[in-house]
Structures are given as C-alpha cells and as structure tokens.
Nanobody, 127 residues
Framework: EVQLVESGGGLVQAGGSLRLSCAASGFTFDDYAIGWFRQAPGKEREGVSCISSSDGSTYYADSVKGRFTISSDNAKNTVYLQMNSLKPEDTAVYYC????????????????????WGQGTQVTVSS
C-alpha cells in the first residue's frame, strides 16, 4: 500500500523559511512524479511544485519560483519542499501527491494526474 506522509508545517513570520517533507512508503514504481499542492481556505487546490523521478526535472508555479525548491532523497524515499521568503499568501494546507508514470511540464499541476495523496500539513505565515 502506497502511503505519503507530510511533515514540517507550522507557523512562521513573513520572510521566514520552512522545509516540508513528504515520506513515501510502499513504492515499487520505477517512473513516477511527486508533486506538492496547496489549498487555502475558500480556494481551490493548486499545484506548487513537482519533481520527476526519471530525470530529476522540476517544475514550479510562477507564484513560488525563486522562493521554493523541491528536491528528493531517494535513499530516504523522501521529497522536500524548501520554502524561503514566505509570504502571508503562502498560508495553506500543503499536500504531497504521487503520480505513477511520471509527468511533464504540461501536466504536473493537474490534480487528476496524481494517484496517491497525503493528508496534508498546515503552513501559516503571519504578517
């Protein structure tokens, strides 16, 4: 059974940093992508970033480019999202998700492309 568990959320002041972790278990797939999504109160869930296992390609939403960095540690089966220069508008529940078969730049942000989802971790940025 595939499980994704997020951690690392919390309360931080604007301009601060957090690092989210997505620990994956039950994975036996050779080609997959891990994405980070977020959902703020009253808003739709949106793609934040994605990393592809096949070639390490990374993708970012325009709103986080230059501030967030996605990375993976295959030995630990963990994907990280380093979030710097946080803004109040980054406040949301952050979810990681796994897509079997990998994704490219035209598909990574589509929720329906993902097969497994974590439970989410709250990130709150105070002004």
């Amino acid at each position: 059974e595939v499980q994704l568990v997020e951690s690392g959320g919390g309360l931080v002041q604007a301009g601060g940093s957090l690092r989210l972790s997505c620990a994956a278990s039950g994975f036996t797939f050779d080609d997959y992508a891990i994405g980070w999504f977020r959902q703020a109160p009253g808003k739709e869930r949106e793609g934040v970033s994605c990393i592809s296992s096949s070639d390490g390609s990374t993708y970012y939403a325009d709103s986080v480019k230059g501030r967030f960095t996605i990375s993976s540690d295959n030995a630990k089966n963990t994907v990280y999202l380093q979030m710097n220069s946080l803004k109040p508008e980054d406040t949301a529940v952050y979810y990681c998700a796994a897509s079997i078969g990998g994704l490219d730049g035209s598909r990574w942000y589509r929720l329906f492309e993902y097969d497994y989802w974590g439970q989410g971790t709250q990130v709150t940025v105070s002004s």
